[in-house]
C-alpha cells in the first residue's frame, strides 16, 4: 500500500500579530503638548490608529 503524499501543505492558519504600536492593547498614550514651549501637560490615551483599536496588526 503505497503512502499518499500531500499534494500540498496545508496553509498555515495566519494568527493576527500583535500591534506594534500599541502592543496589542488598541490604545495608545501620547503626551500632550501645549504653548510656544511645547510644554507637557499630560498623557493622553487615544485609539491606535495603526490598528484602529483591534490591537491586531492589520494585514490586508
Ligand atoms: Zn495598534
Known amino acids: ?3 499518499k503524499k500531500a499534494r500540498k501543505a496545508p496553509a498555515p492558519v495566519l494568527e493576527p500579530a500583535e500591534c506594534l504600536t500599541c502592543k496589542g492593547t488598541g490604545e ?3 503626551t500632550v503638548r501645549v504653548g510656544r514651549k511645547q510644554r507637557s501637560v499630560g498623557r493622553q ?3 491606535c490608529l495603526a ?7 492589520a494585514t490586508d
Open 28 to 30: 495608545v498614550s501620547r
Open 51 to 57: 490598528c484602529l483599536g483591534s490591537g491586531e496588526t
Open 1 to 3: 500500500m503505497a503512502a
Open 45 to 47: 490615551t487615544g485609539i
